[in-house]
């Protein structure tokens, strides 16, 4: 007797650079986000497939979470 095993695929959440930007409340732009991913290290990370680029919800969940503050002052983070 032998058994076969289904293996489910993972579904990841992928985003072009609009529905990232729509995800994110519209700031970052999505030229923003494009200009971001031209200087390297300044916005969410992104994956490239050929000439596509998208950005996973996980990583847009983290860099939000990484992005958010309790206060007004000076903390160093980014201006849009």
Same mark, same amino acid.
């Given at each position: 007797m /032998?058994?076969?095993?289904? @293996?489910?695929? @993972?579904v990841?959440?992928?985003?072009d650079t609009?529905?990232?930007?729509?995800?994110? #409340? #519209? /700031?970052?732009?999505p030229?923003t *986000?494009?200009?971001w991913?031209?200087?390297?290290?300044? #916005?969410?990370e992104? @994956?490239?497939? #050929?000439? *596509? @680029?998208r950005?996973?919800? +996980?990583? *847009?969940?983290?860099w939000? +979470?990484?992005? /958010?503050? /309790? %206060?007004? %002052?000076?903390? %160093?983070?980014?201006?849009?």
């Amino acid at each position: 007797m /032998t058994t076969t095993t289904q @293996v489910q695929p @993972v579904v990841r959440q992928l985003f072009d650079t609009p529905q990232a930007s729509a995800y994110l #409340g #519209g /700031t970052p732009s999505p030229n923003t *986000l494009a200009q971001w991913r031209s200087q390297g290290g300044r #916005g969410p990370e992104f @994956v490239k497939l #050929g000439k *596509l @680029v998208r950005y996973e919800r +996980a990583t *847009l969940d983290a860099w939000l +979470a990484a992005n /958010t503050h /309790t %206060g007004t %002052g000076n903390t %160093g983070a980014q201006s849009y």
